[in-house]
């Protein structure tokens, strides 16, 4: 199985701030990378597909890059409402694996 | 719009069966491959089982590898997870979610529902 270590697994920020959060695969996984952002009782919500292919209807804001084994997902210019946790996932191959989470919490 | 219901979850006794449904509406179900993600009480998402749009193909984590049964059935646009033989680390909070309908992009998920929670407990 492909093992998806996040870090960190929890980061304070303010808002205004730029955070970055880190995925790394255990073996190569080319672009098959996808990102999610959950909120309390939400279920989470697709940020990024392909690595760096920003979903409809998400803000700019949010960026994604790498490829292989390491992938980072940048938030810029953080906002009240992105304050969450963040999953990375693997979808590449079965079994499908998510990352621990970040929780980006308020500084 | 895309909606995803799921329904079927409750509170059953280690060893007992549940089945899951998902209803879906807002995009043609049958062109759509769909999986079923579950979520512990304070934990990540796990993935469960995924099948083909038409059904030829599924796959299972093997945590559920011979007890869970993942269907569907197109003309009904409803998606199923048969789960037997229950267990107390089977409990989670199952959501339903449709694989991203792009090119390139692999096995993320566009969609999800708000889920059904399934708890196993004596």
């Known amino acids: 199985d492909i093992q998806m270590t996040q870090s960190p697994s929890s980061v304070s920020a303010s808002v205004g701030d730029s955070v970055t959060i880190t995925c790394r695969a255990s073996?190569?996984?080319?672009?098959?990378l996808a990102w999610y952002q959950q909120k309390p009782g939400k279920a989470p919500k697709l940020l990024i597909y392909?690595?760096?292919s920003l979903q409809t209807g998400v803000p700019s804001r949010f960026s994604g890059s790498g490829s292989g084994t390491d992938f980072t997902l940048t938030i810029s210019s953080l906002q009240p409402e992105d304050f969450a946790t963040y999953y990375c996932?693997?979808?590449?191959?079965?079994?499908?694996?998510f990352g621990g989470g970040t929780k980006v919490e308020i500084k | 719009q895309v909606q995803l219901v799921e329904s079927g979850g409750g509170v059953v006794q280690p060893g007992m069966s549940l089945r899951l449904s998902c209803a879906a509406s807002?995009?043609?179900?049958?062109?759509?491959?769909m999986h079923w993600v579950r979520q512990a009480p304070g934990k990540g998402p796990e993935w469960v089982a995924a099948i083909w749009y038409d059904g030829s193909n599924i796959n299972y984590a093997d945590s559920v590898k011979g007890r869970f049964s993942i269907s569907r059935d197109n003309s009904k646009k409803t998606l199923y997870l048969q789960m037997n033989s229950l267990r107390a680390e089977d409990t989670a909070l199952y959501y339903c979610a449709r694989q991203v309908q792009k090119p390139y992009s692999g096995y993320a998920y566009d969609y999800w529902g708000q889920g059904t929670l399934v708890t196993v407990s004596s």
């Open positions: 073996q190569a996984i080319s672009s098959w």
């Open positions: 392909s690595a760096s």
């Open positions: 807002g995009f043609t179900f049958s062109s759509c491959g």
């Open positions: 996932q693997q979808a590449d191959s079965f079994p499908l694996t």
